[in-house]
C-alpha cells in the first residue's frame, strides 16, 4: 500500500514510489506535480501566491514557499537532490479557479494569476507542462500517484484523471 501525504496550503513534498502526494481544496491556488520518469521521484507543490516580490514581506515571519516563484525552483532543487535530471522532469497542473466569479475584475481573479506565474516558472526552468485541469470555478483535490504519474482531481462535480 502506498504512504499518503497530504501538501499543506504554502508547502511542497518530494517522494519516490510507491506514494501517493494529496493536494485538498485547491480553489485559487495551483497544485504543480513534478515527476522525473528515469528515477520515478515525483514532487508536489500547494502554490498560493504568484510571486514573492509582489507582496510587501517585512516585519513578518512569511512562509516564502507559497510563492511559485520560490516553491517552485526549492522543489526542483530538492528534486535534483534525490537524483533527478532537469531533462527527465515533466509538469502537470491543476487548480487556479476563479473563485469570485461575480466580481470581474482582474484583482480579484487571483487564479489566472497564480496559472501565469506557475506556467512563466516552469518556462524558466525549462520543464514541459504535459497535462492540465485548470481555471474555472471550482474547487479540487488532487491526488499525485508517483507510481503511475497519474493526478486523480475530484470537484464537486466530477473525478477525472489526467
Same mark, same amino acid.
Do not use: S
Given at each position: 500500500m502506498a504512504d499518503e501525504i497530504i501538501v499543506d496550503m504554502g508547502k511542497y513534498e518530494v517522494a519516490t514510489n510507491p506514494t501517493v502526494l494529496v493536494c485538498m481544496s485547491l480553489g485559487s491556488c495551483v497544485g504543480v506535480a513534478l515527476y522525473d520518469s528515469e528515477k520515478k521521484i515525483g514532487g508536489f507543490a500547494h502554490v498560493m501566491l504568484p510571486k514573492s516580490d509582489q507582496y510587501s514581506v517585512s516585519g513578518r515571519s512569511l512562509n516564502l514557499n507559497k510563492f511559485a516563484n520560490i516553491a517552485l525552483p526549492g522543489m526542483i532543487d530538492k528534486m535534483k537532490q534525490e537524483g533527478s535530471k532537469l531533462e527527465n522532469i515533466t509538469a502537470k497542473i491543476a487548480g487556479g479557479a476563479h473563485m469570485f466569479p461575480g466580481v470581474e475584475c482582474d484583482m480579484m481573479d487571483i487564479g489566472k494569476k497564480n496559472l501565469d506565474?506557475? +506556467? !512563466? !516558472?516552469? +518556462?524558466?526552468?525549462?520543464i514541459r507542462i504535459i497535462a492540465s485541469d485548470v481555471g474555472g470555478n471550482v474547487g479540487r483535490t488532487v491526488r499525485f500517484d508517483i507510481s503511475e504519474w497519474k493526478l486523480t482531481i475530484k470537484t464537486k462535480n466530477e473525478v477525472k484523471e489526467i
Open positions: 506565474a506557475v +506556467r !512563466e !516558472e516552469l +518556462r524558466k526552468q525549462g
